[in-house]
């Protein structure tokens, strides 16, 4: 079994409008994927950079697990994902050797995603997501990202206005605006040494 490449790192940030004008205005990155995870009471927006992406995380819910590392730790690197290409093989090779983890076994999210954290108290810090693509998960996106597309085909001011529409729909609905399949079990501080 191999690590293939960063998947991708998270950022929280208390405002995800302010974090993406950064992220798309200065840096000129692009949002490909936005949408409410509802478990995590998290608004998600990934940014491709290269063959990883940044997430951004904004908590909605005050008494989140995410809000309460934010208000603890203010914004800053929430974990980083690795891609393997047999996670039950390494998670029972990470177990042989004691490492600490969150997940002991594959968590699927709703998409078919096949993730499990390892606890920081073990890779010096840093939360780490495993996480092994899934066919159906690659369908799954590609169907967000052509909403997410249309969504935000305006360009330039119209976009970022479409932007903070659509994240205002997000923060304000209650239900899966675009689908759940980024349904991604963000530790909360607890987790966190
Ligand atoms: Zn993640």
Not at 16 to 43: C, T
Not at 72 to 94: C, S, Y
Not at 132 to 155: F, H, N
Request: aromatic share 4%; glycine share 8%; hydrophobic share 40%.
């Amino acid at each position: 079994m191999t690590i293939k490449r960063i998947d991708h790192i998270a950022i929280v940030v208390p405002d995800i409008e302010q974090a993406q004008s950064f992220y798309e205005g200065a840096l000129g990155m692009k949002v490909a994927h936005l949408e409410r995870v509802e478990d995590q009471q998290v608004i998600v927006a990934f940014l491709p950079a290269g063959e990883s992406e940044i997430e951004l995380v904004e908590p909605l819910e005050e008494s989140s697990g995410v809000a309460r590392y934010l208000t603890k730790r203010g914004p800053g690197i929430h974990h980083i994902a690795l891609e393997v290409d047999d996670l039950t093989a390494m998670l029972a090779r990470l177990k042989a050797q004691n490492v600490r983890l969150i997940n002991e076994e594959p968590t699927i999210g709703s998409g078919g995603k096949k993730i499990a954290f390892i606890h920081p108290e073990s890779t010096f810090g840093v939360l780490v997501e495993l996480y092994e693509s899934t066919p159906e998960e690659s369908t799954l996106r590609a169907g967000a990202l052509d909403d997410l597309r249309a969504r935000l085909s305006l360009g330039g001011r119209a976009a970022s206005a479409a932007f903070s529409g659509f994240v205002r729909s997000l923060r304000e609905s209650r239900s899966h605006e675009v689908s759940d399949k980024e349904a991604i079990p963000l530790p909360s501080e607890d987790h966190i040494p």
